[in-house]
């Protein structure tokens, strides 16, 4: 696989879901995070099968009880990532949002209003749950992301994926704007790093050696 060829192109698609995306409403918006909540619990057999795999893999690598842990999705864990999408849905619409403004002596009005930031990049290591919280969060915003997961729940990432963006094309909004990246190859986030102007901030959740390696490579900004 040429992975920068890959990487580009999944980039290239979350920036025209992003354009799609900040001219939405919020009411299209909620009701697309409530599709993905339900979506979730629809796919839960396909879900719990994928991670059942993730999970075999894990033990046969070797990794810790506690690592293994946290990267098993049960029915508890389930529902839980479900009810968090739906609490995002429930937040108040942030963009558009007036933050401040003051009208200059010339009689010109001037706002401080929020806008999506446009393609948020999210690095994360083992919980497959994020995957459904960033995807949620950057959507409620007005943002596309461009998710890359750790290798352990590689099959857990996808089918989740797979679940939100049937439910995101089910409310009318572009299944672009959430992009998963699925491969474990780690020059997938050196293509990221260097997507400067395309992707617009990075988020690495994880490990201090992971923040590290990405604050120290990546010429987009981080937020860590």
């Known amino acids: 696989m040429d992975i920068k060829a890959y990487v580009d192109r999944l980039v290239d698609e979350a920036v025209a879901g992003s354009r799609a995306l900040a001219q939405s409403s919020g009411g299209r918006r909620n009701d697309a995070l409530c599709r993905m909540a339900d979506g979730l619990l629809s796919a839960k057999d396909k879900l719990h099968e994928a991670n059942e795999e993730d999970i075999r893999e894990a033990e046969r690598a070797g990794l810790s009880t506690a690592m ?10 389930t529902r839980e990532m479900a009810e968090g999408v739906r609490q995002i849905a429930a937040l108040p619409d942030p963009v558009g949002e007036v933050m401040g403004g003051w009208v200059r002596p010339n009689g010109l009005r001037i706002q401080k209003v929020r806008v999506p930031i446009g393609v ?4 994360y290591e083992s919980r497959p749950n994020v995957t459904a919280d960033a995807s949620a969060l ?32 089910e409310a009318g909004l572009d299944p672009r704007a959430i992009r998963l990246i699925e491969t474990p190859d780690r020059a997938a986030i050196d293509v990221l790093c260097a997507a400067e102007g395309r992707i617009d901030v990075i988020i690495p959740r994880g490990g201090e050696a992971l923040i590290r390696a990405i604050v120290e490579k990546s010429r987009v900004p981080v937020i860590k």
């Open 120 to 123: 948020v990049c999210m690095i």
């Open 138 to 169: 950057c959507l409620k915003s007005g943002n596309a992301c461009v998710l890359r997961g750790g290798k352990e729940a590689l099959r857990t990432n996808a089918a989740i994926h797979k679940a939100l963006c049937a439910a995101v094309a």
């Open 68 to 77: 293994v842990n946290r990267l098993r999705l049960t029915d508890k864990r």
